[in-house]
């Protein structure tokens, strides 16, 4: 009597249901992607050289506690009012002779920034904060220096700063490039970005 051959169990479709059910885990999961803000370290300074000195009336003391609760020159403030201070102290202009500001639309008052090439935010906080409102006052003073460069770009070159930036990563961008770059750098150079970090207390 013949030995029958046990039958093969074809596989083929197997493989085709296995890819299929890839391409709809793939398509159908969300990826968590981490929250920040994107900076640029600076150079490390040799040991010899002294610090700038600053006039305190030129320094924005942003503090933040383990409570996350917000001191503004050292006066409780709302997350939402902290652009607009930020912007009334970088946009002051109370500087007189080669310290005034010629573009400057503050109110010029004596006792606050003298000009926006002078002024630091410094931002303190403690290590228990809570990360979310580190980053939200981040991105609050990072908007401060975004509207009046977008203020400045505007009544120079007829458009935003954010847009000249997004022209310059442009490859499709049929404008000079090197000239944009040289009308973002000068509007930088306006409102320079100074934003210190001072060590985070315990």
């Not at 249901?17 to 890839?22: C, E, G, H, P, R």
């Not at 006039?55 to 609760?69: A, G, H, M, R, T």
């Not at 977008?150 to 961008?173: I, T």
């Amino acid at each position: 009597m013949a030995r029958r051959s046990a039958p093969e169990v074809n596989a083929g479709s197997m493989a085709d249901i296995a890819f299929l059910l890839l391409i709809f885990f793939l398509v159908t999961t969300t990826i968590e992607t981490d929250s920040g803000i994107s900076r640029k370290l600076p150079p490390p300074q040799e040991e010899n050289i002294e610090p700038p000195i600053l006039k305190q009336k030129n320094i924005f003391v942003v503090e933040l506690n383990k409570n996350n609760d917000l001191l503004v020159e050292e006066v409780p403030m709302e997350l939402k009012d902290l652009r607009e201070a930020a912007i009334k102290f970088l946009d002051n202009g109370g500087g007189q002779g080669v310290e005034a500001c010629t573009f400057c639309q503050g109110v010029k008052d004596p006792s606050s920034s003298d000009n926006p090439t002078k002024a630091v935010i410094s931002l303190r906080n403690n290590r228990e904060t809570n990360y979310s409102a580190y980053i939200a006052v981040q991105n609050e003073l990072v908007a401060a220096y975004t509207t009046l460069r977008n203020r400045e770009a505007n009544r120079l070159f007829g458009k935003s700063f954010v847009q000249m930036e997004k022209e310059l990563k442009d490859v499709n961008y049929s404008g000079n490039k090197e000239s944009l770059k040289e009308d973002i750098k000068k509007v930088q150079l306006m409102f320079p970005e100074k934003l210190s970090e001072a060590e985070p207390k315990k």
